[in-house]
């Protein structure tokens, strides 16, 4: 596979600035491997672990984690969006094939789920301004090629008259094609939108929106038993071929239909949107989800380094500049990454220990486990083409050797731990639902907070202290968190009872596959 160049996609940013990014990056080799995040308990939330930023390869690692620090945002509200932008820009150029016969197409259907103010938004910016950059270059040009192509068609007209005035004899001028547009993002999430984009970009597409309500919301006629337009997108998950029946406009067929998704949703919307029934169909499972904890933005001087924006921009425009191969049929043919013996048998390993924890898990969570067993393969090709373009050596352009797969499979873990949280939000009654607002809260807060605190921080108890105070007694009877006494500080006062968060137990980890 040709790589292509990182630095000729780069805004004007010095080769001293970039080289220095490269030096201060994260090295994604020498990972650890296959781990178990902490599952949901009876007892208490499950436990809030940070992203493994470090599992990235440098460059997108150090973006994410300096967007974070500016934004004030947790790594995750970056780092799924990152993800869905990398993938969305490679699309149907590449696929993993980790035997003869099986092929994971490089597409990642991403949620970020949290309370509204969190932060998504300004991260999700972030994330994708390369790509809409990008876009933006390409719509420029396609108005000044659709301006030609005006010119060119008016004087087809005049030729086609001129020859039908001749007696119509030999052959007749050929009326120009219309430029398409080059897209690679959109945000209209309908059946036929999609259908009629896709049409025309082979490639794929990176549906992106900030929020995914009215998404989910329009599946209320699989519940009612339609459930047509969700089989056709589950299709898109895999790049399938497609076809789309349209009122007055005739038949869709698109050969190889590709589409990752990105954006957030409010934990309530998601919980009234999600049924059981809803869930069967393995929508929802194809989902890698994101449940950041809690946490108030407060003001930070941080920025990001502009070399590190440059790098990260470069990287997007190099994946998205991975050439595409159509056949005669206008069947995409992408280029196929394999399996370094090392790397296949840690994901053979990993493969079949997650089988296992999914035999033993509900049906929700069985259902989520068994889609990330692909999804570790995604990533695996994604971080390994990353690692390419960005001219890291030593690697081979074919295969995905083990760092890339142990990389992957520490990612897959942590989406292991969000999927389990998001399944015990999607069941949870009200009661619940509240009670698992207001540990996020206090773990906002720093994991403890006072009465009078709590009252004036969270709406729900805005001049109630009576609910207050027996919220947080329900907690400590649940063995959540405990009252501690708080002595008066330096300057003297009355001594003070906080509630403090208990540390949640985590179950011990699986030991690191071979």
């Known amino acids: 596979m040709n790589r292509p160049p990182l630095i000729n996609a780069l805004p004007p940013v010095t080769d001293a600035d ?47 984690a300096e967007q974070g620090a500016a934004i004030g945002c947790d790594d995750a509200f970056i780092a799924l969006p990152v993800l869905a932008t990398l993938a969305g820009a490679v699309g149907n150029a590449v696929a993993v094939q980790p035997k003869r016969g099986y092929r994971e197409p ?35 040009d396609h108005a000044r090629a659709m301006t030609e192509h005006a010119a060119e068609v008016a004087r087809w007209e005049a030729e086609s008259v001129a020859f039908k005035r001749g007696g119509g004899s030999g052959q007749p001028p050929e009326r120009p094609l219309e430029p398409v547009a080059d897209r690679m993002l959109a945000d209209d999430l309908t059946i036929e939108a999609a259908g009629a984009l896709l049409a025309k970009q082979p490639r794929g597409l990176l549906i992106a929106r900030d929020e995914l309500s009215g998404w989910f919301g329009s599946f209320d006629a699989y519940r009612a038993g339609k459930g047509g337009d969700e089989a056709k997108w589950l299709e898109m998950h895999s790049g399938r071929p497609l076809v789309i029946d349209r009122k007055g406009s005739g038949v869709l067929a698109i050969p190889a239909a590709l589409v990752s998704i990105v954006g957030g949703v409010q934990p309530g919307v998601l919980r009234r949107m999600s049924t059981h029934r809803n869930r069967e169909g393995g929508l929802l499972a194809r989902f890698t989800f994101a449940f950041p904890p809690r946490r108030p933005i407060l003001w930070s001087d941080a920025e990001p380094d502009p ?4 790098v990260y921009a470069g990287i997007v425009d190099a994946l998205a500049d991975l050439p595409l191969v159509l056949d005669e049929q206008g069947e995409p043919q992408p280029r196929l990454l394999t399996l370094s013996p090392d790397a ?53 352009s074919e295969r995905i050797d083990d760092a890339s797969m142990a990389a992957a499979w520490r990612l897959v873990s942590w ?12 069941v949870e009654g009200d009661e619940d639902a509240a009670e698992r607002n207001l540990v996020r809260w206090v773990q906002g807060a720093g994991g403890r907070c006072t009465l009078r605190t709590l009252c004036k921080g969270l709406s729900a108890f805005k001049r109630n202290p009576e609910g207050a105070q027996a919220a947080l007694d329900r907690l400590v009877a649940q063995g959540v968190g405990r009252w501690e006494s708080v002595g008066p500080g330096p300057r003297g006062g009355r001594p003070t009872v906080e509630f403090v968060l208990n540390t949640p137990s985590a179950k011990p980890e699986t030991p690191e596959t071979p």
């Open 18 to 64: 970039i080289d220095a990014v490269m030096t201060r990056a994260v090295p994604v080799s020498g990972v650890s491997g296959f781990g178990v995040s902490p599952m949901p308990s009876e007892h208490g939330p499950t436990a809030d672990v940070p992203f493994p930023t470090d599992a990235l390869p440098g460059p997108v690692a150090r973006f994410i």
């Open 106 to 140: 490089i597409a990642l259907w991403g949620v970020v789920v949290s309370e509204s103010g969190s932060g998504k938004s300004p991260a999700m910016a972030a994330a994708l301004a390369p790509l809409r950059a990008r876009q933006q270059r390409a719509l420029s």
């Open 415 to 426: 989406f292991k731990g969000e999927a389990a949280k998001v399944l015990d939000l999607l």
């Open 307 to 310: 070399g590190t924006v440059a």
């Open 344 to 396: 296949r048998d840690r994901h053979v390993a990993a493969h079949n220990a997650l089988t296992e924890e999914a035999t033993q898990a509900s049906a929700d969570l069985s259902a989520a486990f068994t889609k990330l067993r692909a999804t570790a393969l995604r990533l695996a090709g994604l971080v390994h083409l990353v690692r390419l373009v960005t001219l890291e050596p030593g690697l081979d």
